[in-house]
């Protein structure tokens, strides 16, 4: 098994385009979480899925941000537009072990 | 909130000496997580100590929770370069349909000097 799998690792976008990021689970676990990381505000949830089913949104920050689960083995992270102060790292992560290597995006 | 705050926030020492990083957080918890965070890279969970445990070892880390102080330490014994990361505590919370999900620190950024 190769870990949680995210892409891309990174993205640079100007401000008012369309980002979507990627997470493709380890299988076999049931909670799904993305997580978004600044130097200001350190580690935030942003939302969980367990069974694919959204459960907790409200550490997603704004409407521009929306996540789905369609099936086990994909989950995607959408924000649009995207605006300069979205630029973070933002990491999936299976159950409360199993991080992914993050993706780093940068909105100019 | 439940947010665990470490402390202190950076630390740096000479390699070979133990390195202790301290985790207070503010309501019950049912267990209480330490990860590691090498610079650019994603978060690698290293021990849970559960709310009915007092003390934890895996390897050179040895963790210890105090439940009545809302406090949890993590000690690493003969530190090396490469634990030269940033350690978050973080702590649990009960969503919604059981499922899990963890309210984290701000972190130590730990840096071991060869």
């Known amino acids: 098994d190769a870990g949680v799998i995210q892409s891309p690792r990174h993205e640079v976008t100007e401000m008012g385009q369309e980002v979507t990021l990627r997470c493709k689970p380890i299988?076999?676990?049931?909670?799904l979480f993305w997580y978004r990381q600044t130097m200001m505000r350190g580690l935030e949830l942003l939302i969980y899925f367990n069974n694919n089913v959204p459960i907790d949104d409200s550490g997603m920050p704004e409407d521009r941000f929306s996540a789905k689960m369609p099936n086990a083995s994909f989950s995607t992270l959408k924000i649009q537009p995207s605006e300069p102060r979205d630029s973070a790292v933002y990491f999936c992560?299976?159950?409360?072990?199993?991080f992914g290597p993050g993706t780093r995006l940068t909105v100019l | 909130s439940q947010q665990g705050e470490e402390d202190p926030q950076a630390l740096s020492i000479q390699e070979g000496e133990n390195a202790t990083m301290n985790c207070s957080y503010k309501t019950s918890i049912n267990n209480l997580q330490w990860y590691r965070q090498n610079s650019g890279r994603g978060l690698v969970h290293l021990i849970l100590i559960r709310s009915n445990e007092r003390e934890k070892h895996s390897g050179r880390l040895r963790v210890t929770l105090d439940t009545s102080k809302k406090s949890s330490s993590l000690l690493i014994t003969a530190s090396r370069a490469a634990d030269t990361a940033s350690y978050f505590c973080?702590?649990?919370?009960?969503?919604?349909?059981?499922?899990?999900?963890?309210?984290f620190g701000q972190g130590t950024r730990l840096t071991i000097n060869p």
């Open positions: 299988s076999g676990h049931n909670s």
């Open positions: 973080a702590t649990d919370a009960r969503g919604i349909q059981g499922a899990q999900k963890l309210v």
């Open positions: 992560a299976v159950d409360e072990q199993f």
